[in-house]
């Protein structure tokens, strides 16, 4: 699910929310290379809390190590394969002929040469689709909430998880769905008055004394434009801005919003369903892995390219960028996100095809309040888990604690359990460059449930049509530990997923600032370097990459 960030900036009357998609600051990304490649620094050096890429591979080549290739599963929304930042490295499988029609490797999937997609068919691709807690009213309003009432208390009692789900999921499909309405009204509203603000500041730059000068308006649009003229002039994203810059970034961002909550009018349609038309499986048929097409990018694949780059993106042309694991990683898309929640099925299959097909770490930055399908989900966790596979996950953009609001999927069956019922699932926060607001403020927390954090804010990454943007979110942040993750098994191949996990954990940089040592277990950011050095202290003996074995017991990477 494509996330909004609840946080920033709040006008009168209304409140401006910024998508994952929507660009992290004003900054023009062509003007500051310095801002571009931020999340690699080195705090010893910089004191920004970077994650010290390169003195990483430093370290692990001063070692005489020799990386191996990690392919790494990007479970997300689509992946332009073919963009130059990424070409060079997508997966490609190895026992199947690209475009013969045939499923050379036998493995059920045809033509999956670089990936596959699980919410496609041969109708096409979906783009929008549900929330999950549309679909769960969809299907028990009739059961629990029908026209016999007599009905409706016995089927209450005979199903007391679905009922429990069902009231959660009309709870909030009532509250999200009137937010998504009054929110998409708001936004066009304030689109349509950027011509009067323009017009209001008459060529002058976005400041107080500007807005002092102008006389009080009498027509009742102006009167809006001008009220909302006098909060934006407050915010450090168009203070000082030029009339025309204003102009320009008003409508970017406006338009932003508008694409985010015009699609919510059929994510919150108790009626609307494209799965069966577009799809074409039996979608109550958990046991069904067969479906779905090889389109890897799909009709919107900014979340999924933007993830690939930062794991695995090479500089190219006059772009600097680069992913964390640009040295050893290979991505394998597999599309299971649509612009609405994703399917368990789908998250369930994914994993499993991911696996199958040789990935060693999965990203996932994706969640969603209910999960009905819950089982099926960590039913694939225990078998990634048995197969020695990493996975991934966002923690979630709404700046709660995951302990009091769930984010599915979790790696905790009940939150009151003491530990995750597999040890293989590294849960990731977003930081800042701020040192001073390290937690970014809409990251979730929570010390138990959340491992570590790793930079989410104002990163700049590979996007459809060839281009690059700044994107933020805990969506950012997990890749950035995937490609971490990455770099250390492309050095050391035999380390398990609890041992990574440990090595992140425990080697992060600090911060006492503002209880963040309350918002995970690590208390800081993750430092590559460092966790490099924790990893082959503590589990490599010295022997070529493809002999290490552990150099001593593990200890327990989730705390008591």
């Known amino acids: 699910m494509k996330k909004v960030l609840l946080a920033a900036v709040f006008l009168t009357g209304f409140s401006f929310s910024y998508a994952q998609e929507a660009s992290a600051k004003s900054m023009d990304p062509k003007e500051d290379k310095d801002l571009m490649t931020w999340y690699h620094k080195d705090f010893s050096t910089t004191k920004v809390y970077g994650v010290n890429t390169a003195n990483a591979y430093k370290y692990l080549e001063s070692k005489g190590l020799k990386p191996k290739t990690v392919v790494v599963g990007v479970l997300d929304s689509g992946v332009q394969v073919d963009h130059p930042g990424l070409v060079k490295n997508i997966w490609s499988n190895p026992n199947e002929v690209p475009g013969n029609g045939k499923d050379d490797d036998g493995n059920g999937y045809i033509d999956d040469v670089h990936g596959w997609n699980f919410i496609g068919g041969k109708n096409g691709d979906i783009d929008i689709d549900n929330m999950e807690v549309t679909r769960v009213v969809a299907k028990y309003k009739s059961v629990f909430e029908g026209d016999d009432s ?60 500007t807005l002092q000068g102008i006389k009080p ?20 994203e168009f203070k000082g801005k030029s009339s025309a810059e204003f102009e320009k970034l008003m409508n970017e961002q406006m338009k932003e919003a508008i694409d985010h909550f015009a699609p919510q009018a059929k994510q919150y349609d108790l009626s609307y369903d494209p799965r069966k038309e577009i799809v074409g499986d039996n979608y109550d048929d958990y046991s069904e892995k067969i479906y779905g097409n090889n389109h890897y990018e799909g009709p919107d694949a900014e979340h999924g390219t933007h993830v690939a780059g930062i794991i695995a993106g090479l500089p190219q042309g006059k772009e600097i960028q680069y992913g964390v694991a640009s040295k050893v990683a290979k991505i394998m898309s597999v599309r299971t996100v649509p612009n609405g929640d994703e399917r368990d099925k789908d998250v369930a299959n994914a994993i499993r095809y991911a696996v199958d097909n040789g990935a060693k770490v999965l990203n996932m930055s994706f969640g969603k309040p209910v999960s009905p399908g819950k089982n099926v989900v960590w039913d694939a966790f225990k078998y990634a ?12 953009n709404e700046n709660e ?34 040192n001073n607001e390290l937690r970014a403020d809409f990251s979730n927390f929570n010390k138990k449930m959340v491992n570590v954090f790793a930079p989410g804010e104002q990163i700049y990454s590979t996007v459809p049509k060839n281009e690059y943007k700044y994107l933020q979110g805990t969506s950012m942040a997990s890749p950035v530990v995937a490609g971490a993750a990455a770099v250390l098994l492309a050095y050391m191949p035999n380390l398990k997923p609890d041992q990574i996990i440990e090595a992140l954990v425990k080697s992060s940089n600090l911060s006492s600032e503002n209880k963040f040592p309350e918002f995970s277990q690590a208390g800081g950011v993750i430092d590559l370097q460092k966790a490099a050095e924790y990893a082959y202290t503590n589990f490599y003996n010295g022997k070529s990459s493809g002999n290490a074995k552990p150099a001593k017991s593990i200890k327990k990477a989730v705390k008591k």
């Open 150 to 209: 007599s009905k409706n208390k016995a089927n209450q009692a005979k199903m007391p998880e679905e009922f429990a789900l069902y009231m959660k999921s009309k709870e909030l499909f009532n509250k999200k769905s009137i937010d998504a309405k009054q929110s998409l009204q708001t936004y066009t509203m304030i689109n349509s008055i950027i011509p009067n603000m323009v017009k209001l500041l008459g060529g002058k730059p976005v400041t107080a004394e």
């Open 217 to 236: 308006p009498t027509d009742q649009k102006d009167a809006i434009a001008l009220q909302v003229l006098g909060q934006v002039s407050q915010s450090p």
């Open 385 to 396: 888990e048995e197969k020695g596979v990493l996975l991934v996950k966002a923690a979630g």
């Open 401 to 434: 604690d995951v302990a009091e609001h769930l984010a599915f999927p979790t790696n905790f069956k009940n939150v009151t359990d003491e530990k995750p019922f597999v040890n293989n699932v590294l849960v990731v926060g977003a930081s800042t460059n701020r």
